[in-house]
């Protein structure tokens, strides 16, 4: 049996009480901030599991699920998948006061589908705390009037009678053990248990053990209520929170104690391992704190939060920090929180920036962010969240949130549970979390937009929110047609998405229809995503214009040969016509063809300024919303002698010219001929010039469909 050093040579920390106007909360280094509009609340169905129970009055009543009174719960640590966490729920409904043990004790599984039975017991007391073995092998429960249980692989079963300690007499005002908080150190050695004047200790290979009693320590004369338990993330310490009474009966309420089995942490108050400290008594920050409910620590183990009441109808905060919360170095401070609520829990977002405080009276939910703490659920908000849910004789009951009494974080930090108890007993379990659904925006179509070809391309982009889940299949529909899976390209959290639609292929009808879609993340789905569009018959192509011959532009008159490269082109306009794509080569052949400038030009003409000796061939193609039109007529123009770099910003002009003429047409970069690679195929129906189309579209269509082609890349549309 391990016993703690005396209390008498304790020592208490000295620290002056501390104003502090604004609790401020400083989010951990690099976490990610999720915005507040992305939290929501929902309410946990019950399966309706239903059971008689007879109370110590002889009255007979029908209860289920939804008539427990959950007072904790707690998320395995190592789920199976780590996509739908699962948790644990203890409560129950107490006996007559009479019959205290006279009621019935309720253990509960609660997962993505809800709130299901695992274990229910009558007549008993009600269980009250939860605490899982940190691989995730099983769970050890407490309660009163001598409940200490273990869930393991769905079982309950009682390892409190079957252990040694179920004959040791331990000096408290009950014959009964009342376990009244029980929390498993971080590295798993072992689960405390707290009760009146005990501590115990639980693990499979040693059973269960007390560690620290303090009527056997020589020349303490105080007893305790053993109660909140908080252990350091590094298992060094844990606080512990209870009452302390003395000899001639009176009581310190309140109080906040130090449990160490460690030399270091203990010589620090020059004791011996294991030790006990007494940190501060009731009235130590505040003269009304009567009890201490709720203890937890952020990730990094710098700081604790500790939550209680006062008897003055108010809630209390007290922050503590490692090296101390002040200039001064006091390592605890008081909030003066106002707020007239009996603050019950308090549990931090691992990994977070967020704790969740929970409390009774106004029935608030408190969200410690933003260097604050907001309430963030009332009563108004809870008529929106909670189902109503008829009573015995299918009475009505307002929805409201009660009191809750239990709140716990799942190991990814994405949601939360806070559970408790409703008005007119009736259970309450709300689900807290992040919003991590993908969002699919569309990039084209746009709404309402016309096509007049067969095969039309949609795009658009899919955003992921949860941690590692990309969204890794978006899916298509025409109107009321069957899902056919899009090509995707995932990176990172953004996902692009290709469809190519063969609307002949579909034999789908002029008019209009409608573009469904939807991503998936392999567990979530975004919400189905719809854009109109019209589908019409494609226009006839535009007719070709008629090229004349090429002009010199100092004389303007037609030419087939000229000195120095200086002349200008001109065509007829054609209706229709949005904009003409002038093309040149110096073969004329079939082939070779280039475009003549760095872009379509919107009418004619099309200057050209001091060209090198050789042939050129120039033809004009009319582009508009109908197909593009063949190439107009071929005109030549032979450039007998090369312009000199001196006469590139103006052309030679004929000082006697049969007809004067200035030149005409913009001059700069825009009109300089560049060569290129384009051959003389007539681009296929609606491509749009660069300008008013897709930038970069046809680079990702060819990348897609070499992807297809060698079977890699994007994944293929599933058969319709």
């Not at 009950?174 to 498993?184: I, L, M, Y």
């Not at 659904?437 to 982009?461: C, D, H, I, K, N």
């Not at 409608?514 to 975004?526: A, I, K, M, N, P």
């Not at 535009?542 to 011959?549: E, H, K, R, T, V």
């Amino acid at each position: 049996m391990i016993h703690a050093s005396p209390l008498s040579r304790r020592v208490a920390l000295v620290a002056a009480p501390v104003l502090l106007a604004l609790l401020v909360l400083a989010a951990p280094a690099g976490a990610q901030v999720a915005p507040s509009d992305r939290w929501q609340f929902e309410s946990v169905p019950h399966d309706t599991f239903e059971y008689e129970w007879t109370d110590c009055k002889g009255r007979t009543e029908t209860y289920g699920l939804a008539s427990a009174v959950w007072n904790d719960v707690a998320y395995n640590p190592a789920p199976k998948d780590p996509n739908d966490p699962e948790a644990l729920l203890v409560g129950g409904f107490p006996g007559c006061e009479a019959d205290p043990a006279g009621g019935f004790a309720v253990v509960a599984l609660v997962n993505r589908t809800g709130v299901h039975k695992v274990h229910v017991e009558s007549p008993a007391s009600t269980l009250y705390k939860v605490s899982w073995e940190p691989s995730g092998r099983y769970a050890v429960i407490v309660g009163a009037y001598d409940k200490i249980m273990k869930y393991k692989d769905g079982v309950v079963k009682d390892i409190f009678t079957d252990s040694e300690f179920f004959n040791i007499t331990v000096r408290s005002a009950s014959a009964h053990f009342h376990g009244r908080d029980v929390k498993f150190k971080p590295n798993g050695q072992y689960a405390m248990i707290t009760g009146t004047d005990i501590i115990l200790a639980y693990n499979e290979s040693d059973g269960l053990k007390p560690i620290f009693i303090p009527s056997k320590i020589p020349g303490v004369k105080e007893s305790y209520l053993l109660k909140t338990v908080g252990w350091a993330p590094n298992s060094s310490f844990a606080f512990v929170s209870g009452a302390r009474k003395h000899a001639n009966n009176t009581i310190e309420l309140g109080s906040l104690m130090l449990w160490s089995e460690e030399s270091w942490k203990c010589s620090q108050y020059k004791l011996s391992a294991p030790c006990m400290v007494y940190l501060f008594p009731y009235g130590r920050f505040t003269p009304w704190l009567t009890d201490i409910n709720g203890i937890t620590f952020e990730p990094n183990g710098r700081t604790a939060w500790i939550v209680g009441f006062e008897a003055n109808l108010k809630g209390t905060v007290l922050k503590w920090c490692h090296g101390g919360c002040t200039r001064n170095g006091h390592e605890f401070q008081w909030h003066p929180y106002t707020h007239p609520s009996d603050l019950k829990g308090v549990a931090w977002q691992p990994s977070g920036n967020r704790g969740l405080m929970i409390g009774l009276e106004s029935n608030f939910t408190l969200n410690m962010e933003a260097n604050a703490i907001t309430p963030i659920l009332d009563k108004d908000l809870c008529r929106q969240v909670l189902p109503p849910r008829p009573w015995l004789n299918n009475t009505t009951i307002p929805r409201s949130c009660g009191r809750f009494h239990g709140v716990a974080w799942s190991p990814n930090g994405l949601e939360a549970l806070i559970v408790g108890q409703g008005n007119r007993d009736i259970s309450q379990v709300l689900r807290y979390t992040l919003n991590v659904t993908p969002t699919l925006t569309v990039t084209t179509p746009v709404e309402g937009q016309v096509y007049r070809s067969e095969v039309l391309a949609f795009t658009g982009v899919a955003n992921a929110f949860a941690p590692n889940r990309p969204v890794n299949k978006v899916e298509y529909a025409i109107d009321d047609g069957a899902w056919r899976e899009a090509f995707v390209f995932p990176a990172g959290h953004v996902t692009t998405w290709f469809v190519s639609w063969n609307a002949t292929a579909d034999n789908a009808t002029y008019g209009n229809h409608t573009l469904r879609l939807r991503g998936h993340d392999g567990v979530s789905s975004t919400a189905v995503k719809s854009v109109r569009f019209q589908l019409r018959e494609a226009l006839a192509a535009l007719p070709a214009p008629a090229l004349a011959s090429a002009r010199d532009l100092g004389t303007g008159l037609e030419v087939n040969a000229t000195k120095g490269g200086f002349f200008n082109l001109t065509w007829s306009l054609v209706e229709g016509a949005t904009l003409y794509e002038v093309q040149e080569t110096t073969a004329n052949t079939d082939t070779g063809w280039a475009l003549a400038a760095r872009e379509f030009r919107a009418s004619p003409p099309f200057d050209v300024f001091c060209r090198a000796k050789g042939h050129y061939w120039f033809r004009v193609v009319a582009r508009g919303e109908a197909p593009a039109s063949m190439p107009s007529n071929v005109v030549g123009v032979n450039v007998t002698e090369g312009c000199t770099s001196s006469s590139t910003t103006k052309p030679p002009i004929d000082p006697n010219p049969t007809t004067p003429t200035k030149p005409t047409g913009p001059t700069g970069p825009s009109t300089i001929l560049l060569p290129g690679n384009n051959t003389n195929e007539t681009p296929p129906p609606d491509v749009k010039p660069p300008k008013t189309g897709i930038p970069g579209f046809e680079v990702l269509a060819l990348v897609a469909a070499i992807a297809v082609l060698v079977g890699v890349g994007p994944r293929r549309q599933a058969k319709r």
